[in-house]
């Protein structure tokens, strides 16, 4: 059974950091893309960003692109998104999601088998 844990969030101001971690267990995830999703308050879950994890082959929404970056930890079996310059309207529940990938760009659609908690991220102006 896949697990993902995430923790990291918090409250902090526009222009801050956060680093967020999503601790995976339960099988190796070398075949498997890793990916973060958000949802804010009356709106849809949406893709943030994603890696494969056997090739580290990175994909960002156009909204984080230049900011946020996604990396693993092979050896923690840990996913990580470093989030610069955070605005407002990154405001948002973010979620760690994994799901069995053999392609070589990963999709950034949600429909990803497994899925954390969430972990709350909040910026103030």
């Known amino acids: 059974q896949v697990q993902l844990v995430e923790s990291g969030g918090g409250l902090v101001q526009a222009g801050d950091s956060l680093r967020l971690s999503c601790a995976a267990s339960g099988r190796t995830f070398n075949n498997y893309a890793m990916g973060w999703f958000r949802q804010a308050p009356g709106k849809e879950r949406e893709f943030v960003a994603a890696?494969?994890?056997?090739?580290?082959?990175?994909r960002y929404a156009d909204s984080v692109k230049g900011r946020f970056t996604i990396s693993r930890d092979n050896a923690k079996s840990t996913v990580y998104l470093q989030m610069n310059s955070l605005k407002p309207e990154d405001t948002a529940v973010y979620f760690c999601a994994a799901r069995n990938y053999l392609g070589a760009v990963p999709p950034g659609a949600s429909d990803y088998s497994y899925w954390g908690q969430g972990t709350q991220v909040t910026v103030s102006s």
């Open positions: 890696l494969t994890w056997s090739r580290g082959i990175t």
